[in-house]
């Protein structure tokens, strides 16, 4: 059997959400809950022989519910698959358990707040050309430098302008901005020249309260790291990989019981590199889980599990999955 983990972002009433681009309903969502409970095996994913079998046999298929990040949304995820007698797995991050701001949720808030590329763009250029701030190639191999003017033009000639402003905003705020502090800093310069443009209350009430945390854990669901500073692992060096790994297994061990929380763990965009499994193995985590899109099975490595994001697998007008999942 293999394992098609299902991996889920914002789950909410409102059409009118400033995340909608990457949102699913609630209604989507319980429709997505019937057809699976009724077509395949939901697996506990505490239930770690179940999953080790599941990942190595070839015969029907399995699937497990993931949510990354820590919303407020997984709390009523969490209570529809209670009622269907399921249960999930939620990846929290350490800053999210402490009380702050992920960067990719304040980028969400300015990518969709209905202000417009290009009027991002130049804020962005404008402050990334005062502070002389370094910008990182997209080959993640070249460890050289570009101009701003460079890296974005390359972005619009793969991507065309809209996509290509998206992307350069995005990917500049999330990586590519070589020092973190400086990307920080970035990000806090266009939240303090747009914040009137900004629903600053959806920030506000974007996550879990530790509470939460705890209740999920007390309801049986199952739970994981996912970075403490939800960066791109893969693009860290040595240091900050085994800092940020470390501090996330110590921030989820403070709310939940500590024999669980190394039985997974979920990569913050989905990014490792050698180095990020090594430490997996140094920190005895079971499992590994990507944002490479497929069905999961063992000999793709224990911590190189690949997933479905909803928001390409299930087809809404035939309310079922799209292949390769539907049996
Ligand atoms: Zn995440």
Redesign the pocket.
């Known amino acids: 059997m293999s394992i098609s983990f299902i991996t889920y972002h914002y789950i909410r009433n409102s059409n009118h959400s400033t995340f909608k681009p990457y949102a699913r309903t609630v209604e989507e969502f319980i429709m997505q809950v019937e057809y699976l409970n009724k077509n395949f095996d939901i697996i506990d994913p505490n239930d770690i022989e179940k999953v080790q079998d599941c990942l190595k046999s070839n015969k029907n298929k399995g699937v497990i519910f993931t949510f990354?990040?820590g919303y407020k949304d997984h709390v009523v995820a969490s209570q529809i698959l209670k009622c269907y007698g399921v249960r999930g797995l939620f990846?929290i991050?350490g800053k999210v358990i402490e009380g702050k701001e992920?960067e990719?949720n304040r980028i969400h808030l300015l990518t969709y707040s209905g202000i417009s590329c290009e009027k991002l763009l130049s804020r962005l250029e404008t402050t990334i050309r005062k502070e002389k701030m370094k910008i990182r190639t997209q080959d993640k191999a070249c460890k050289e430098y570009v101009s701003i003017e460079n890296y974005i033009q390359e972005l619009i000639n793969d991507n065309g302008f809209d996509n290509g402003y998206t992307l350069a905003i995005k990917r500049l705020l999330q990586r590519d901005i070589t020092d973190s502090t400086e990307r920080a800093y970035a990000i806090n310069e266009l939240f303090n020249k747009l914040g009137d443009e900004l629903d600053l209350h959806e920030m506000k009430t974007l996550y879990m309260k530790n509470t939460d945390i705890e209740k999920l854990s007390v309801d049986g669901h199952a739970m994981g790291p996912?970075g403490y500073n939800?960066v791109w692992l893969g693009t860290q060096n040595e240091k900050i990989q085994s800092q940020d790994i470390e501090l996330s297994i110590k921030a989820l061990e403070n709310v939940i019981r500590e024999y669980i929380v190394r039985d997974w763990y979920?990569y913050?965009?989905g990014s490792f590199d050698e180095e990020t499994i090594r430490l997996m193995q140094e920190n005895k985590i079971t499992f590994g889980l990507t944002t490479d899109w497929g069905e999961a099975h063992m000999d793709q490595g224990r911590y190189r599990l690949k997933r479905w994001d909803t928001n390409d697998w299930w087809n809404n007008e035939k309310k079922m999955p799209k292949n390769p999942l539907a049996k």
């Open positions: 990354d990040d990846f991050p992920l990719v996912h939800h979920s913050p965009y």
